[in-house]
């Protein structure tokens, strides 16, 4: 298995316009995890999912953001419009028995919003 | 207050040191505690997992849990340039017989083991 997808690995992008980060989860996977990493908060939890269903959208910062997982295979996050305060490493994470068990991580969206 | 704390470091030490690295945690219902390894440009990846107070041993890392305190330690002998890297601390969340499908991270401590 090729691991976590995530696209595009790096995203410039002007305030104001839409932003969207695709992930695919390693296949079997029940589990599907947004995480967004800044020097200053660290890793922070956004939403994940579970059979495709959103669990806990809790860390979701603000209506700006919102995460679709319309099949088993897929999942995108969309910022709109997008502020420079975005701007984070962005990481999909998979799982087959949720966060006690290993996550695996992509390699991460780094976003920069100008 | 943050529920995990963690030095964010830098830590830099020589090839062969000892390290040793630190999170405290407030919440007594985190209950499973791992250790994640991330190099520059690349996602987390988990190196130790554990779920009761005491010792776990995986060739040169060590995981200590001290639920007591609320205090875990890793530790990793005979440090090598390999091992730079940050680490990061996570916590997973169980109460009252629920568990939460969400893992919470400390900060992360970037390493520098320099030859």
């Known amino acids: 298995d090729a691991g976590v997808i995530q696209s595009p690995r790096h995203e410039v992008t002007e305030m104001g316009q839409e932003v969207t980060l695709r992930c695919k989860p390693i296949?079997?996977?029940?589990?599907l995890f947004w995480y967004r990493q800044t020097m200053m908060r660290g890793l922070e939890l956004l939403i994940y999912?579970?059979?495709?269903?959103?669990?806990?959208d809790s860390g979701m910062p603000e209506d700006r953001f919102s995460a679709k997982m319309p099949n088993a295979s897929f999942s995108t996050l969309k910022i709109q419009p997008s502020e420079p305060r975005d701007s984070a490493v962005y990481f999909c994470?998979?799982?087959?028995?949720?966060?006690?068990?290993?996550?695996?991580f992509g390699s991460g969206t780094q976003l920069s919003v100008l | 207050q943050k529920e995990v704390e963690q030095d964010p470091g830098p830590l830099s030490v020589p090839e062969g040191a000892i390290v040793s690295l630190n999170c405290t945690y407030s919440?007594?219902?985190?209950?499973?505690f791992m250790w994640y390894r991330q190099y520059s440009r690349k996602g987390p990846e988990l190196l130790m997992y554990?779920?009761?107070?005491g010792n776990k041993e995986d060739g040169r890392f060590t995981a200590q849990v001290d639920k007591s305190s609320k205090y875990i330690s890793l530790f990793i002998r005979d440090s090598q340039p390999s091992d730079s890297a940050t680490y990061l601390c996570?916590?997973?969340?169980?109460?009252?017989?629920?568990?939460?499908?969400?893992?919470?991270f400390g900060q992360g401590t970037i390493l520098t083991v320099h030859p």
């Open positions: 994470a998979s799982s087959s028995q949720g966060a006690n068990e290993k996550l695996f």
């Open positions: 296949s079997g996977h029940d589990y």
């Open positions: 999912f579970n059979n495709n269903v959103p669990i806990d």
């Open positions: 919440n007594s219902a985190f209950q499973y």
């Open positions: 554990t779920y009761s107070s």
């Open positions: 996570a916590m997973y969340l169980i109460a009252g017989g629920t568990s939460y499908g969400k893992l919470t």
